[in-house]
């Protein structure tokens, strides 16, 4: 069943931009912010979005955990970005007022470490979040006409959406409806088992990976098929692996994964870590049909809850 769906982002609304990963370079995040502003939003940074902890994360754990609750209970908040991913997120899961965004459901966009708050807002809440782009890459480098009208048409409520693919993207042929999971395939498998495991049976799987050798690659989707995960899903979408390994093993990998499995599977899509990110719904329908070469969302993807 589909996740419940936050509200739309309405023109000129305020944008919370947080960072509960790693920090970031201010100016690269003062640019972007300029970008949505000139769109006519207001933009709020958080104050922790240039601190560094340890080389890594953006501030110490309680600074990001406050930043983040501040936000989720903050009415005046339309939308939630993110500066960037790397690390962190994990580290705070447990402490997040997941109660607040429930009360005032508001669209929340990242994607990489952001991966593991998206899988914990949909165990914790049943809410639906959006896997798309962050402020340091997608925004300063601008994203191109068509992934910028997706992106406010669907948060605007825009449906059905469509986008149409292209041969060499279709891996396996065939079609599938069901809800769509996933996000960096590492923060997947980091949060197996833990009480933010968010895995759809019967749902539509897709994943991203960026600077992983293929031996590494191979190793988690190893582990996703010894935990039986790879045979329950109807579906995979698989977005663009930004230095992974080398192209002819990474063919090798993906057939010998998923060619005999008898499911529809995609590639090369434009989501991931080269930036200018398609904002796909987690916990929303989906369907493939390679036949007519589309991947469709029926619904609104804010709003009142869709009906089971």
Known sequence: MPLLTPRPLPPGGTIAVLAISSPSKADRIEHAASILERKGFQVRIAPNAYEVERSYLAGPDDLRLRAINEAFRD???????????????????????????????RPVIGYSDLTALHQAVARETGLSTFHGPMLNFDIHGGLSPEI????????????????????????????????LFGGCLSLTAALLDTPYDFWVDDGIWFWEEVDERNYRLDRMLTTLRLSGRLRAIRGVMIGRLKDCGNDPELEV???????????PV?????????????????????????????????????GPRIPS
């Open 148 to 179: 910028e009208r997706w992106f406010f048409a669907m948060l605007s409520g825009e449906a059905p959406m469509r986008w149409e693919l292209t041969p060499d993207q279709i891996a396996v042929e065939g079609m599938a409806e069901g809800v």
């Open 266 to 302: 995609l590639r090369n899509l434009p989501f991931g870590h080269h930036g200018d990110n398609l904002l796909l719904p987690v916990g929303a329908r989906v369907r493939i049909d390679t036949s007519a070469r589309t991947v469709e969302f029926p619904d609104p993807l804010v």
């Open 253 to 263: 990998l993906i057939h010998e994964y998923f060619t005999g499995s008898g499911i």
């Open 75 to 105: 009415p005046a908040i339309d939308a939630i970005m993110f500066a960037r991913g790397g690390y962190g997120a994990m580290r705070i899961l447990d402490r997040i007022d997941y109660a607040a965004l429930a009360e005032n459901p």
